[in-house]
């Protein structure tokens, strides 16, 4: 089993609609979670981040950590054309030194106006 | 400048080429990392460096020869590489090794090995 599990994509739709990304994860040991967004020919950037379970919200992003099932995910309302781009989860876990993030594979997501 | 600036954006070299991929951070952080990034794959980290040390490498072969002169530059030495070599080579940056919020990304170099 690999280590962070994430559907590439594509996941086409419309303006407006409400996008859920997800990823699932193996190692329970990983407590930092991130999300990156990646345009095209561009590096990923970072867009949120959160510790340990529970939600975080930024504008119209969403990020939820669900510890005990390995599962973190994030929402994004209102999605816009500016929106379409690959997003990668990224975690790490506590406090282990010269540990660095494991990343997904990302999952493009493309919004159509 | 700000940020994290890589140089070239795009190479295209032979298998037998010599040529060097160039990062530098502006942000004043102390660690800096080469990533690999192919298709449909995650980001495979190659070199982690701490305050100039090599402190991380991956199994990557030797055809691939990272160089911190500084805490603001890193450079990765490229020879006799092959084909699936190819790939968008990211350089990154953060303010310790196990920085909680995360790295700061170039652009990226496209590589193409012919």
């Known amino acids: 089993q690999k280590e962070v599990e994430q559907d590439p994509g594509p996941l086409s739709v419309p303006e407006g609609a409400i996008v859920s990304l997800n990823c699932t994860y193996s190692n329970s040991a990983f407590q930092y979670f991130m999300w990156y967004r990646q345009y095209s020919r561009k590096g990923p950037e970072l867009l949120m981040y959160t510790y340990s379970s529970g939600n975080k919200e930024d504008g119209r992003f969403t990020a939820q950590v669900d510890k005990s099932s390995k599962y973190i995910s994030l929402f994004i309302r209102d999605s816009q054309p500016s929106d379409s781009a690959t997003y990668l989860c990224a975690m790490r876990a506590m406090n282990s030194g010269y540990s660095t993030l494991t990343f997904g594979k990302g999952t493009m997501l493309l919004v159509s106006p | 400048e700000t940020g994290v600036t890589q140089t070239p954006r795009h190479l295209v070299m032979g298998m037998t080429n010599k040529k060097s991929l160039k990062c530098e951070q502006h942000l004043g952080h102390n660690a800096m990392y080469w990533y690999k990034q192919s298709a449909k794959k995650p980001l495979e980290l190659m070199f982690v460096?701490?305050?100039?040390?090599?402190?991380e490498n991956n199994s990557v072969p030797s055809r691939f020869s990272p160089e911190c002169p500084n805490s603001s530059h890193l450079f990765l030495h490229l020879h006799t590489l092959q084909p699936e070599d190819s790939a968008l080579y990211l350089c990154?940056?953060?303010?310790?090794?196990?920085?909680?919020?995360?790295?700061?990304f170039g652009s990226g170099t496209r590589l193409t090995v012919v």
């Open positions: 990154a940056s953060s303010q310790g090794v196990g920085n909680s919020y995360g790295y700061t």
């Open positions: 460096y701490s305050l100039e040390e090599r402190v």
